[in-house]
């Protein structure tokens, strides 16, 4: 929830200018860690375990490795401390009602945060959350094994997030969200359909295609919304505006996809849905300003 992207603008209001969009990636690169071990650990029980036993208690095996990375949050959480940016804004008292603030003041940069969360949510819980499921109950490949093709893009997106990141800082964040919604918007339902061919390797490297092009969006989204808003409003603008678009658009994908395909009867459907999405932020990114020299 709030957490997530509030450590992300504790993250970014703490780094100096020119490595924003590296230290801004880190966040969200956890995440895609966290999830591909998520994603390893299912491959595993699936492959070690029968379905009767799973279902009975193999389930909670993966709940014994969160006990130690919950120790850890807790300790980070508890010793750290505000960023300048904010205590100067808390004591110039700017800080009251900043959602409404927003609304007021910053209806635009607040569109601009929900379109392109939409689309965050709508490609990583498409490619990274409900493949493995399409590949079990569409293509009939094993659970174990769809499990390990879709950690396996993870690993390429997690290899690639701080690289790109990286680059962003020296070319802009406008260029690797043009190039990524555009690739998302001509390549999704191309890549889809490969997928479909049922050929292992074709699935892989089309799955790590989709992680090609998803590492371009998604290594410097979180820093470039952080500096779309001013820090006054920084952190509840960018939360609010992330989460309502991530639970609405991103939580809704395996629904969505999975009627599009029994509505239609269109296998590659959900790609559409992942083009359309992407062409609404591709028109976007033609009139949004850089970013990235921003004072924040």
């Known amino acids: 929830g709030g957490e997530y992207t509030t450590s992300i603008t504790f993250v970014?209001?703490?780094?100096?200018?020119?490595?924003?969009?590296?230290?801004?990636?880190?966040n969200f690169l956890g995440a895609v860690i966290g999830i591909m071990f998520g994603s390893l650990m299912g491959a595993f029980l699936t492959s070690a375990f029968d379905k009767e036993t799973l279902l009975d208690w193999g389930w909670r095996v993966g709940f014994l490795f969160g006990i130690v990375l919950a120790?850890?949050?807790?300790?980070?959480?508890?010793?750290?401390?505000?960023?300048?940016e904010f205590l100067?804004?808390?004591?110039?008292?700017?800080?009251?009602?900043?959602?409404?603030?927003?609304?007021?003041?910053?209806?635009?940069?607040?569109?601009?945060?929900?379109?392109?969360?939409?689309l965050q949510g709508v490609a990583f819980f498409l490619l990274f959350v409900y493949m493995p499921t399409f590949y079990n109950k569409v293509l009939k490949i094993e659970m174990s094994k769809a499990l390990f093709i879709n950690?396996?893009?993870?690993?390429?997106?997690?290899?690639?997030?701080?690289?790109?990141?990286?680059?962003?800082?020296k070319y802009g964040r406008k260029p690797f969200l043009l190039a990524s919604t555009f690739l998302y918007s001509v390549a999704?339902?191309?890549?889809?359909?490969?997928?479909?061919?049922?050929?292992?390797?074709?699935?892989?490297?089309?799955?790590?295609?989709?992680?090609?092009?998803?590492?371009?969006?998604?290594?410097?989204?979180?820093?470039?919304?952080?500096?779309?808003?001013?820090?006054?409003?920084?952190?509840?603008?960018?939360s609010v505006g992330y989460n309502i678009s991530l639970g609405i658009f991103g939580g809704t994908v395996p629904m969505v996809a999975t009627l599009l395909i029994q509505k239609t009867g269109i296998l590659y459907s959900p790609?559409?849905?992942?083009?359309?999405?992407?062409?609404?932020?591709?028109?976007?990114?033609?009139?949004?300003?850089?970013?990235?020299?921003?004072?924040i």
């Open 188 to 238: 999704s339902v191309f890549l889809f359909k490969a997928i479909l061919s049922g050929d292992i390797k074709i699935i892989v490297m089309s799955h790590v295609a989709f992680a090609v092009i998803s590492s371009l969006f998604m290594s410097v989204l979180p820093t470039f919304l952080v500096e779309n808003f001013p820090p006054d409003v920084r952190n509840t603008a960018f």
């Open 12 to 26: 970014v209001e703490h780094t100096p200018k020119d490595r924003r969009g590296f230290f801004g990636s880190i």
């Open 88 to 118: 100067a804004i808390e004591e110039e008292n700017k800080t009251k009602n900043p959602l409404l603030k927003t609304f007021i003041h910053h209806p635009k940069e607040f569109l601009i945060s929900i379109i392109y969360s939409s």
């Open 71 to 84: 120790i850890v949050g807790i300790y980070v959480r508890k010793n750290a401390s505000e960023t300048p």
């Open 151 to 169: 950690s396996f893009a993870m690993f390429v997106l997690a290899i690639l997030i701080p690289i790109m990141a990286y680059l962003s800082d």
């Open 271 to 295: 790609a559409v849905y992942l083009s359309a999405v992407a062409f609404i932020c591709f028109l976007t990114t033609l009139f949004i300003k850089e970013s990235f020299k921003n004072e």
